[in-house]
């Protein structure tokens, strides 16, 4: 099976608050991490990355966290926007990266208005 | 700046025919990763590759699939004899592989259609 998975399937948020997508992988070996936006129709869209040796990182209203003792890593998105309704994956690099990027099973994020 | 090409964006295939999926790489990349979504799933891996060179294929069905990536000219992915379960959408990604941490930037897909 797939060394990352999703705990929910889908996410509804209201507008305005923050959303937290989780993730679970099993391949202590991986040490590089990314999170990718798939809208409708489209390829996904790079996000944020990690590496092994950081726990978080920041970006334009997105954060993303990695626990490494229980194999587990997070996006929060601030201030969520109707434009962030998508398909959100984590994904993680075999081998130190740009190689063979393993993708979980996606969460889908609706954003109430 | 372009970023990675894929045509056709839609393919419509019968049982048993080819099918031909093009890939142009984001100008000044070399690492071309070819990519298989079925509905309500994630991505899943198929084939690295780098020109003229096959790195990875470990994602690739044994038989009726092959990948390409020319020294001149976009990838190639090729599936003979399609069946239905080949439907599908195919992503391709690209990097620029110079160093240990490459981003993939990914084409908008190609749509297949088996009937």
């Known amino acids: 099976g797939e060394n990352v998975g999703l705990h929910l399937p889908t996410l509804s948020v209201q507008e305005g608050d923050n959303s937290i997508i989780n993730c679970a992988y099993s391949?202590?070996?991986?040490?590089?991490f990314i999170w990718y936006k798939q809208e409708s129709g489209k390829g996904p869209q790079f996000i944020i990355d990690?590496?092994?040796?950081?726990d978080k990182r920041q970006g334009q209203r997105v954060t993303v966290l990695l626990n490494k003792t229980v194999k587990h890593l997070s996006l929060q998105i601030a201030a969520t926007q109707p434009g962030d309704s998508a398909v959100y994956f984590c994904?993680?690099?075999?081998?130190?990266?740009?190689?063979?990027?393993?993708f979980g099973a996606g969460t889908r994020l609706f954003v109430k208005a | 700046n372009a970023g990675v090409m894929q045509n056709p964006r839609h393919l419509v295939r019968r049982r048993g025919q080819e099918a031909r999926l093009r890939c142009s790489p984001m100008?000044?990349?070399?690492?071309v990763y070819w990519y298989r979504q079925l509905p309500e799933e994630g991505l899943k891996f198929m084939v690295y590759?780098?020109?003229?060179?096959?790195?990875?294929e470990s994602g690739m069905p044994k038989e009726r699939f092959s990948a390409e990536f020319p020294k001149e000219g976009p990838s190639i992915l090729r599936i003979q004899q399609v069946v239905r379960g080949d439907s599908a959408a195919y992503f391709c990604?690209?990097?620029?592989?110079?160093?240990?941490?490459?981003?993939?930037?990914f084409g908008p897909g190609t749509r297949l259609t088996v009937l």
């Open positions: 990604a690209s990097s620029p592989g110079l160093a240990d941490y490459n981003e993939q930037f």
């Open positions: 391949n202590s070996a991986s040490d590089y």
């Open positions: 990690i590496r092994s040796n950081m």
């Open positions: 994904a993680e690099n075999e081998e130190g990266g740009g190689f063979k990027t393993i």
């Open positions: 100008k000044g990349h070399s690492h």
């Open positions: 590759l780098q020109k003229e060179n096959i790195i990875d």
